[in-house]
C-alpha cells in the first residue's frame, strides 16, 4: 500500500505564494509521473503540472509562469511553489503519483486566495 501526505495548503490573498508538498511512502513501488490536480467547486478536477522522473514538466496553461513543480526522487517527493496566486486558483489541490500498475491519490490539501 502506498500512503501520499500532502501538505502546504492554506488561506493567502491575492498576490501571495504557497508551497505544496507531497510525500509518497509505503511498499517497495517505483514511481513515474508525479503531479497536481486541483477541482474547484462545481468545476471538474484539472491537471495544474507534472514531472517526469527525468524532469519533463508540463503546466496548465492558466498556471504558466506562476507555479513552478518539483521533485525530490530521493525523498519520492514533489512540490508546487505558487506565486502570484488569484482568486481562481482557489480549490482542492491533490498530489497525483503513477507507477507501472497503479495511480495514487492524496487527499487534498485547501487553497484559498482571497482578493
Known amino acids: 500500500q502506498v500512503q501520499l501526505v500532502e501538505s502546504g495548503g492554506g488561506l493567502v490573498q491575492a498576490g501571495g505564494s504557497l508551497r505544496l508538498s507531497c510525500a509518497a511512502s509505503?511498499?517497495?513501488?517505483?514511481?513515474?509521473?508525479m503531479g497536481w490536480y486541483r477541482q474547484a467547486p462545481g468545476k471538474q478536477r484539472e491537471l495544474v503540472a507534472d514531472i517526469t522522473p527525468g524532469g519533463s514538466t508540463k503546466y496548465a496553461d492558466s498556471v504558466k509562469g506562476r507555479f513552478t513543480i518539483s521533485r525530490d526522487n530521493a525523498k519520492n517527493t514533489v512540490y508546487l511553489q505558487m506565486n502570484s496566486l488569484k482568486p481562481e486558483d482557489t480549490a482542492v489541490y491533490y498530489c497525483?503519483?503513477?507507477?507501472?500498475?497503479?495511480?495514487?491519490w492524496g487527499q487534498g490539501t485547501q487553497v484559498t486566495v482571497s482578493s
Open positions: 509505503g511498499s517497495s513501488f517505483s514511481i513515474n509521473v
Open positions: 497525483r503519483v503513477t507507477s507501472s500498475l497503479y495511480i495514487y
